[in-house]
């Protein structure tokens, strides 16, 4: 049976061991955080039980069972096929646990991080095994939003993306390559670029906040649900890409030569959205709302399990 070790047990790592222990990994968790290493299995446990409820996990006591908290980083990697890291974003706490799995962890395994903003050159050239290295950036929270990003530095070796990809894609995940190094990654500067226009917009007094999310989740969303933005394109207009690429290119060239600049997320434009967005919510509810967000998306995450594939040409 493959062992993973999970370095950090916040949001991240805990969903990430539900990933793997579901897939019938066994699963070692480690923290600096001695409370937050207790309270780990108990809350993965807690996750496993709410995706049997949707059908998502056959036996939620038996993965249950393959997770235990370790007693060192030493004992965490030992053994492990893929170490995955979940630290905070700060390039020198990744610098000094990668030099450290480096050393500890075996010779073969993967040792990805789930950074979702810092290139993997910056904190593994000076490793030894920095060819095993990579980051594998997940959407929050892994076990209930599949995609992982794999990003190699420009010395990571093609085999380790390839046994990467082939790991993920093994225990549910769906592994996209991103070629070479960039800011963002592709997920985030994608999210950038929405974000960016959304605070435009609201900034400008072009609609409410409210507005713009209805825009989103019960317009664009529903079709990115399922469908990329070039298969959504290629469906908009009669003769597909081409098509559509014809009969929109000078709209969106328009709006190309206008983009929303970096002073959308000044802080003026924070407190309009803010003011409209109505009062902070207090740490109750907003963990009242990322439970019923968890539950919303194993709904939808088993219905699309249930769903019959795209047809394909013939």
Known sequence: MPTVAIIGTGLIGRSWAIVFAAAGWQVRLTDASAAALEAAPGLIAEGLAELATHGLVDDPAGAAARVRAA???????????????????????????????????????????????????????????????????????????????????????????????????AVGQEPVTIHREVDGFVLNRLQGALLAEAFRLVGEGVISPQDLDKTIQDGLGLRWSFLGPFATIELNAPGGIPDYCARYTGFYRRLAADPAGPEVWDAATVERLLAGWGEAPDAKRLAARSAWRDRRLAALKAHKAAQPAAPTES
């Open 71 to 169: 007693g060192s980083l030493t004992e965490a990697v030992t053994g492990a096929e893929l170490v995955q890291e979940n630290l905070p974003e700060d390039v020198a706490i990744k610098r000094a646990v990668f030099a450290e799995l480096d050393r500890l962890a075996p010779r073969d395994a993967i040792l990805a991080s789930s950074t979702s903003a810092i290139v993997a050159s910056r904190f593994t050239e000076d490793l030894a095994g920095r060819g095993r290295c990579l980051v594998a950036h997940p959407v929050n929270p892994p076990h209930l939003v599949p995609v992982v990003e794999l990003c190699g530095a420009p010395w990571t070796a093609p085999e380790t993306i390839e046994r990467a990809r082939a790991v993920y894609r």
